[in-house]
């Protein structure tokens, strides 16, 4: 079965501190992974994602994440974080043998001006 | 805006109650999903339905019935609810469901149940 863990489910952070938050995914083949971002009152939309190739990957609003498949990890980062990055963030996990998404429980991040 | 939406947007409903969850999408794609998403809990997957057909029930209560029209279309009957169903619930699409496709969501229903 696949699963995700999120280390931090609250994170507080002031404006221009950098930020990474921690997912880990249990699967042992093949994955593509994700990043969805919740901003207050709206819908999931998504951040970034892996397929294959280099394992640095750039999303939006300069966000990106790195898979490092011996830590079976996917940890989100953004170097100056901005008021407006206040949201919940989903990483979520498919495998090749599945066809639906597993999601981790979220990470809250904070960011005061 | 994502292509897909669901209306209403907030529902209080009563355990006799039976409301239906409507979601639909723009983009063509072919399949549709429904979530719920609680406080301090993942995101869970409820139903998936390919070209109309339901492909995924991950042991959803039958008080939640789905119903998939037309490939960009999507319902969620719910009639004798409990409290603990209050939740926010989402529905997604994407062009087909395997690992390598986007999956697009609505903005969600947030449903009470008193």
């Known amino acids: 079965a696949q699963s995700v863990s999120q280390h931090n489910h609250h994170v507080i952070l002031s404006e221009a501190a950098s930020l990474e938050l921690g997912c880990n995914y249990s699967y042992g083949g093949t994955v593509n992974l994700f990043w969805y971002v919740q901003y207050p009152g709206q819908h999931l939309q998504l951040l970034l994602k892996?397929?294959?190739?280099?394992?640095l990957v750039k999303g939006i609003k300069g966000f990106e994440a790195e898979f490092i498949k011996s830590k079976f990890s996917f940890n989100l980062r953004k170097p100056s974080v901005q008021w407006s990055d206040t949201a919940e963030y989903f990483c979520?996990?498919?495998?090749?043998?599945?066809?639906?998404?597993?999601f981790g429980k979220g990470t809250m991040l904070l960011v005061s001006p | 805006e994502t292509g897909v939406t669901q209306t209403p947007r907030h529902l209080v409903m009563g355990m006799t109650n039976k409301k239906s969850l409507k979601c639909e999408q723009h983009?063509?794609?072919?399949?549709m999903y429904w979530y719920k998403q609680s406080a301090k809990k993942p995101l869970e997957l409820m139903f998936v339905y390919n070209f109309k057909e339901q492909t995924e029930n991950n042991s959803v209560p039958s008080r939640f019935s789905p119903e998939c029209p037309n490939s960009s279309h999507l319902f969620l009957h719910l009639h004798t609810l409990q409290p603990e169903d209050s939740a926010l619930y989402l529905c997604?699409?994407?062009?087909?469901?395997?690992?390598?496709?986007?999956?697009?969501f609505g903005p969600g229903t947030r449903l009470t149940v008193l």
């Open positions: 892996y397929f294959s190739g280099d394992p």
């Open positions: 997604a699409s994407s062009q087909e469901p395997v690992s390598y496709n986007e999956q697009f």
């Open positions: 983009l063509g794609h072919n399949a």
């Open positions: 979520a996990v498919i495998g090749s043998g599945y066809s639906t998404l597993t």
